[in-house]
């Protein structure tokens, strides 16, 4: 059982799908303790505790946002006191879950993603998912999955994979400049094999599973 808010869920689901619903609908922006949305700033303290333990008594600032590049998809980031901020999952917060990182999918990915960013723009004027025809959250999808391609990648480069990564603004693994040459070459064959479709999120998730 999962507790959040006062409120008992029995499944990691039923938790996440209520914080979803909330963060969705307060939407972005910034909720710090002395305001009209103090609540949302003691839900949130709760919320990260998962993560953060004691660190939580040095926030200063919640910042839930998009970015260009994940679409519709809100974040949380966290600002301290000291003026440091740090990128928070509210999905693991809300599932009471660590999720476990495969930091090289992660940083081939972030290579690819300009790529990918790409034939969004190119395609903004028909984001519908190709399957079931809504234009709600339209997301870019491989046809050729993403580790077809990439298990191609190593069976035609016999090549020794970077083991060391620095981070992103996300919190997600990148290629240090000292693995230019891999990511070059890695970017270079998933561009030339990639094709894209667009999907709605939920077209795109059971197509995942």
């Not at 191609?152 to 996300?170: G, L, Q």
Request: overall charge positive.
């Amino acid at each position: 059982m999962v507790t959040i808010d006062g409120k008992n869920f029995k499944t990691k689901k039923a938790a996440y799908e209520f914080v979803k619903e909330k963060i969705y609908t307060i939407g972005e922006c910034e909720i710090r303790k002395h305001t009209p949305n103090a609540h949302e700033f003691e839900f949130f303290t709760q919320l990260v505790k998962f993560k953060l333990h004691d660190e939580t008594v040095n926030i200063k600032t919640f910042i839930l946002f998009k970015t260009i590049r994940t679409g519709s998809t809100i974040h949380l980031k966290v600002l301290f006191k000291d003026g440091t901020e740090k990128l928070i999952s509210w999905r693991d917060c809300s599932r009471r879950t660590h999720t476990k990182k495969n930091s090289i999918d992660e940083a081939m990915r972030n290579a690819i993603a300009p790529h990918a960013h790409q034939y969004r723009l190119d395609n903004y004027i028909s984001l519908k998912c190709v399957l079931c025809e809504s234009i709600e959250n339209p997301q870019v999808d491989h046809i050729n999955s993403f580790y077809n391609i990439k298990n191609a990648f190593f069976e035609n480069n016999k090549i020794t994979h970077p083991t060391r990564f620095d981070t992103n603004m996300f919190g997600s693994s990148v290629f240090k400049p000292d693995d230019i040459e891999f990511e070059s070459l890695w970017v270079k064959h998933h561009n030339s094999t990639a094709k894209y479709q667009i999907l709605c999120r939920n077209c795109n998730i059971r197509k995942g599973n």
